[in-house]
T-cell receptor, first 113, second 112 residues
Framework: GDSVTQMEGPVTLSEEAFLTINCTYT??????LFWYVQYPGEGLQLLLK???ADDKGSNKGFEATYRKETTSFHLEKGSVQVSDSAVYFC????????????WGLGTSLAVNP | EAQVTQNPRYLITVTGKKLTVTCSQN?????MSWYRQDPGLGLRQIYY???????DKGDVPEGYKVSRKEKRNFPLILESPSPNQTSLYFC???????????FGPGTRLTVT
């Protein structure tokens, strides 16, 4: 079945460091891919998405490119801030299974000043 | 303001005492879902609903019930809570399943 694998956390960085959070997936066909973010004490919110191969999603300085050849959707940011401290979830939706999203386990990021 | 509301936000209860967590959305979304979040296990879907009167089991439905009598409301019912249902619960809604999901603020449930 479909699955999403994220790098394990926690990830700890200093402010202004470069961030990469790896996400790879297994799915038939051409799924849509998402990154959600959960700030402390809050629900998840959509950060960015990509719906077809080679699409780049971007928001708030974060980017992720849908790479079908490597089945990956890695999240990157050039210069993190303390306010980026959160849990990041990668997810996919496969039109062949139209009833739910498939979630990664989440990666916790802590950014120190 | 477009939002998903959940109540209560925090609840401590005892084993076997029936409880309901309410969820309401004001965006006319068709798809609604309940998740639980546990350390190391990520988000696991409990139940989902594609539309009014259309509900189905997710990955961990045991011990839970839901109903969808109106489009805006999707309550989660624990008929006889047990300590292994201690968790953080999130309700979410979206126009369709593959559209952006909007999450409620969460309900932290403790069953003793």
């Amino acid at each position: 079945g479909d699955s999403v694998t994220q790098m394990e956390g926690p990830v700890t960085l200093s402010e202004e460091a470069f961030l990469t959070i790896n996400c790879t997936y297994t799915a038939t066909g051409y799924p849509s891919l998402f990154w959600y973010v959960q700030y402390p004490g809050e629900g998840l919110q959509l950060l960015l998405k990509a719906t077809k191969a080679d699409d780049k999603g971007s928001n708030k300085g974060f980017e992720a490119t849908y790479r079908k050849e490597t089945t990956s959707f890695h999240l990157e940011k050039g210069s993190v801030q303390v306010s980026d401290s959160a849990v990041y979830f990668c997810a996919l939706h496969n039109a062949g299974n139209n009833r739910k999203l498939i979630w990664g386990l989440g990666t916790s990021l802590a950014v120190n000043p | 303001e477009a939002q998903v509301t959940q109540n209560p936000r925090y609840l401590i209860t005892v084993t076997g005492k029936k409880l309901t967590v309410t969820c309401s959305q004001n965006m006319n979304h068709e798809y609604m879902s309940w998740y639980r979040q546990d350390p190391g296990l990520g988000l696991r879907q409990i139940y989902y609903s594609m539309n009014v009167e259309a509900t189905d089991k997710g990955d961990v439905p045991e011990g839970y019930k839901v109903s969808r009598k109106e489009k805006r409301n999707f309550p989660l019912i624990l008929e006889s809570p047990s300590p292994n249902q201690t968790s953080l619960y999130f309700c979410a809604s979206s126009l369709k399943v593959h559209y952006e999901q909007y999450f409620g603020p969460g309900t932290r449930l403790t069953v003793t």
